[in-house]
């Protein structure tokens, strides 16, 4: 491992605990915000992220989808208010979420940047869902940045990305064989996301879906 190695979230620079997936590439643990992130080396390209992201059944036709998807917006249902205008990030090929929120009577841009890459930089959101994309970020200190910029103050941000548990059972957890998940948090990693982007937890299931309110 070389020194120029920082830790993708706080910068934190080595050491770092080496991990080994079920893949067999190598994984970094910072023990400053416990965030698990892949070696440089095994990110995947652009060419074969599409052709991954392609292959999913996540469009709103896809009831278990639809079924799983709710696990974030129910939570975040009870802190929006009518007249919120919101923002899917990661929204991939097939926007589900926007749809979902339609029918409660919020309106919803969506922003990929394989699919819909357009993004008004200035434009300011009450809500950002962020669903099953935050395991894909190979800079999550440059995501959370924009994500903060893109919130007004005291806007919500609703992650979905299943938490990591025990680093002794890292090496056989199924979430880390997609090859295009290379960024893994920890209920300490939220906590440390607060402290440095200026936000505070609202709800989290400590498993999968958490809610940061911008201070």
């Not at 009577?105 to 869902?129: H, M, R, S, V």
């Not at 941000?157 to 998940?181: C, G, N, S």
Request: with cysteine; net charge negative.
């Amino acid at each position: 491992m070389t020194q120029t190695i920082v830790c993708p979230l706080c910068e934190q620079p080595p050491p770092f605990r080496e991990l080994e997936g079920p893949d067999g590439k190598d994984y970094y643990l910072c023990s400053t915000c416990y965030l698990i992130f892949a070696d440089r080396r095994w990110l995947p390209s652009k060419e074969e992220e599409v052709k991954h992201y392609l292959n999913h059944e996540n469009g709103i036709q896809h009831q278990g989808y639809i079924d799983f998807l709710n696990k974030a917006v129910h939570p975040a249902l009870p802190y929006l208010r009518p007249g919120m205008q919101g923002l899917d990030y990661g929204c991939g090929s097939a926007p589900a979420i926007s749809l979902l929120l339609k029918k409660e009577g919020y309106t919803l841009d969506n922003y990929d940047p394989f699919f819909f890459p357009e993004l008004d930089a200035q434009k300011k959101y009450d809500f950002i869902f962020s669903t099953e994309s935050f395991e894909h970020f190979f800079n999550p200190k440059q995501d959370l940045q924009r994500l903060s910029m893109l919130l007004n103050k005291e806007g919500l941000l609703v992650i979905m990305t299943e938490q990591w548990k025990k680093e002794e059972t890292f090496a056989h957890w199924y979430y880390v064989r997609d090859p295009t998940h290379v960024s893994f948090y920890h209920q300490h990693t939220f906590r440390k996301i607060c402290s440095q982007f200026n936000f505070v937890i609202l709800f989290t299931d400590n498993n999968r879906v958490t809610i940061l309110r911008k201070k």
